[in-house]
């Protein structure tokens, strides 16, 4: 059975962690709709995990990212990348877990992701296109799923998921990656 833990991301992940991301997502993955919403910004410094190895290497990272629903502060789940040798593992349900309960010990209230529907209904997330919530860009709409961290915390928000830029300022969303504090 595979053994590893899970602990916060440091400056020094980053060399690992952006090779894992080419591999899981391709190179074009800068591309996609959500990274116009991390791009220059830094990921929440307290959600960004590593699964490793006993040896400390790399088997899956997970990073969350401030937005807003229009005025609303919520986070961005994602990107959820797991080695490809090392799937059906457990490895990335028990990021997601770990990363869904930091979050709500940390006080966010609203989680967005966009993912495939089958993998993210069992933490509880939503369909958010028909909950009014609008992803700036391309994106299959079923894939853009929510989950309100405190009951309730939906109830009144809708419309168009955006950049957080209060933390602005990383450069592009790699540096972001590489700036996370441990
Ligand atoms: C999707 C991904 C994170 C799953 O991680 P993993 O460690 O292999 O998954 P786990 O072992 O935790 O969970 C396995 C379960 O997830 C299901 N699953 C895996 N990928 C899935 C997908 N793309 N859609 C739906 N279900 C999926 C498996 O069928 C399995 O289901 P079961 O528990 O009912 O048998 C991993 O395959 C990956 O990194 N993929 C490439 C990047 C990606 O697509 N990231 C997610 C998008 S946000």
Redesign the pocket.
């Known amino acids: 059975m595979l053994t590893f833990h899970i602990r916060r991301q440091t400056p020094a992940d980053a060399a690992a962690i952006e090779p894992l991301l080419d591999r899981?997502?391709g190179p074009e993955r800068r591309q996609r709709t959500v990274y116009r919403l991390r791009d220059g910004i830094r990921p929440v410094p307290e959600l960004c995990f590593a699964a490793v190895d006993d040896s400390d290497q790399l088997l899956?990272s997970l990073q969350f990212w401030p937005i807003r629903i229009e005025a609303t502060p919520a986070i961005l789940?994602?990107?959820?990348?797991?080695e490809?040798k090392?799937?059906?593992?457990?490895?990335?349900?028990?990021l997601?877990r770990h990363g869904i309960n930091e979050a709500r010990r940390n006080g966010h209230r609203l989680c967005v992701?966009?993912?495939?529907p089958?993998?993210y209904r069992p933490y509880g997330f939503v369909p958010a296109v028909p909950r009014g919530l609008v992803m700036p860009g391309p994106l299959e709409p079923e894939r853009l799923q929510v989950l309100e961290l405190v009951p309730g915390a939906l109830d009144g928000v809708r419309g168009l998921i955006q950049r957080d830029e209060r933390d602005a300022g990383a450069g592009d969303a790699d540096a972001a990656t590489r700036q996370a504090r441990a």
């Not at 090392?86 to 028990?94: F, K, T």
């Not at 992701?113 to 495939?116: C, M, T």
């Open positions: 899981c997502f899956a789940l994602g990107p959820l990348a797991v490809p090392m799937r059906n593992q457990g490895l990335g349900r028990a997601v992701v966009s993912g495939p089958d993998y």
